[in-house]
């Protein structure tokens, strides 16, 4: 009895671990311009200016919640509960999904600032905004699952011809926004991925003005460092951000693709796209490294902010250049 017990404990414990690993598996990139020809040949319309961000901005959240395991930030079971590198990765692209469902909502699908919201996404927007850790009624995914719809039937109707309540406008004032959105998500990735040796900064809080002011004050130099136990944690929210992010840039190439040539800036965005590619590497390691800057280990999370950087620096030179007539 006492060895049958023991088996079965064995057999238990072996069975999470082969599933956890399988659940450890994180969603493949994607030919965003593919599938979204491929969904608009299905409804049987075209894929006009919008639908492409829309669609990828659908898929996108789909393949988040239907890739191995499902969604698990919010698991309060087995093998589940234990996992951090993918509730990390979720959070990350999460963050991304509801940058691009706000912009899509307050910009590109208004021609002005007096103009109305577009009735589906006043609906979907809001969902992604739940706490993403809820697992009791609603939960994270039901809400997810109801922006869905509603971006679902936002994007039919931009296809629509006989409904005119549903536009997207490709203009370069709009695309900036988002990218300022873009711009602040990466760079604080980036300083959170590069104090993970820690490093002793000088304060330049209120540099690049002379009567700026803050609300209390800060010590001159700052020992900036991430925690030991959220390395890993780190590293894998940038890599599912720049895995979310990486289609929805695909996307922009394809929908403001007229903006971006009378602007020269294809090649600009390109690069942004080649440099977040390279954040999806495999990584080969079975554990994050931390070594310190220029020690014997390797150092995971100064890689992955080297690209980061790389790419956030290239998205400051590609507003500058829509911002140019």
Not at 103 to 108: A, G
Not at 116 to 122: I, M
Not at 197 to 209: A, C
Request: proline share 3%; no cysteine.
């Amino acid at each position: 009895m006492y060895k049958l017990l023991s088996a079965g404990v064995v057999t238990v414990i072996v069975f999470f671990l082969l599933l956890a690993q399988y659940w450890s598996f994180m969603p493949d990139t994607f030919d965003v311009e593919k599938v979204s020809i491929e969904k608009a040949e299905s409804l049987n319309v075209s894929p006009v200016t919008g639908f492409t961000t829309t669609n990828t901005l659908i898929e996108v959240t789909e393949r988040l919640l239907n890739k191995p395991g499902g969604y698990l930030t919010n698991d309060i079971m087995p093998p589940g509960v234990f996992l951090d590198n993918i509730p990390a990765f979720e959070f990350g692209a999460l963050e991304m999904i509801r940058d691009m469902a706000l912009t899509l909502r307050k910009d590109f699908s208004r021609s002005q600032s007096q103009s109305l919201e577009n009735q589906y996404l006043k609906i979907a927007q809001p969902q992604f905004n739940i706490d993403s850790k809820s697992w009791a009624w609603p939960s994270a995914e039901s809400e997810y699952s109801k922006a869905i719809e509603a971006l679902i039937k936002y994007r039919d109707t931009l296809a629509d011809n006989e409904q005119g309540n549903g536009q997207f406008y490709a203009r370069a004032d709009n695309l900036r926004d988002w990218l300022g959105e873009v711009e602040k998500r990466l760079g604080s990735l980036s300083q959170r991925l590069s104090a993970s040796v820690g490093q002793d900064r000088i304060n330049t809080d209120l540099s690049g003005e002379a009567e700026a002011s803050q609300s209390t004050s800060t010590s001159s130099n700052l020992m900036v460092k991430t925690s030991w136990w959220k390395i890993d944690d780190v590293f894998y929210e940038a890599r599912g951000a720049s895995w979310a992010l990486l289609h929805f840039l695909k996307a922009i190439e394809v929908d403001f693709a007229n903006t971006l040539e009378k602007k020269n800036a294809l090649t600009s965005l390109r690069q942004i796209i080649r440099e977040l590619e390279s954040t999806q590497e495999s990584v080969w390691s079975p554990m994050i490294l931390n070594g310190s800057g220029f020690g014997l280990l390797a150092n995971h999370s100064l890689v992955m902010a080297n690209y980061i950087s790389r790419a956030n620096a290239a998205i400051i030179d590609l507003n500058k250049l829509l911002i140019q007539g």
